[in-house]
Nanobody, 123 residues
Framework: QVQLVESGGGLVQAGGSLRLSCAASGRTVSRYTMGWFRQAPGKEREFVAI???????YYADSVKGRFTISRDNAKNTVYLQMNSLKPEDTAVYYC?????????????????WGQGTQVTVSS
C-alpha cells in the first residue's frame, strides 16, 4: 500500500505562487507515475499534471506554462509549483499514484490518492 499526504495549500492572491508537496510512504514511488488532480466546488475532479518515473511530464492546457510538476525520488516526494495563480485555480488539489510509466490522465487509472489540500486564490 502507498499512503500519500499533500501539503502546501493555502490562501494566496491572484498572481501569487504556491508549492504543493505530496509525500509518499509505505513503498518507494520511484517506479510510479504521479499525478495531480483538482476539484473545484460543484465541479468534477479534473486532471492537472502528471510525471512518470522517466521524468516525462504532461499538463492540462489550463495550467500549462504556469504550473510545474517535479519529483524527488530520494525523498519519495512529488511537487507542484504553481505560479501566476488565478481565482479559477481555487480547488482542492489531490495527489495520486499508479504503478508503471504510462502518462495516464484519467482518475480511474490511479490506484492511490491523498486526502487533498485546499488552494484558494483571491481576486
Amino acid at each position: 500500500q502507498v499512503q500519500l499526504v499533500e501539503s502546501g495549500g493555502g490562501l494566496v492572491q491572484a498572481g501569487g505562487s504556491l508549492r504543493l508537496s505530496c509525500a509518499a510512504s509505505g513503498r518507494t514511488v520511484s517506479r510510479y507515475t504521479m499525478g495531480w488532480f483538482r476539484q473545484a466546488p460543484g465541479k468534477e475532479r479534473e486532471f492537472v499534471a502528471i510525471i512518470n518515473w522517466s521524468g516525462s511530464t504532461y499538463y492540462a492546457d489550463s495550467v500549462k506554462g504556469r504550473f510545474t510538476i517535479s519529483r524527488d525520488n530520494a525523498k519519495n516526494t512529488v511537487y507542484l509549483q504553481m505560479n501566476s495563480l488565478k481565482p479559477e485555480d481555487t480547488a482542492v488539489y489531490y495527489c495520486a499514484a499508479r504503478v508503471g510509466n504510462i502518462m495516464a490522465r484519467s482518475e480511474s487509472d490511479y490506484d492511490y490518492w491523498g486526502q487533498g489540500t485546499q488552494v484558494t486564490v483571491s481576486s
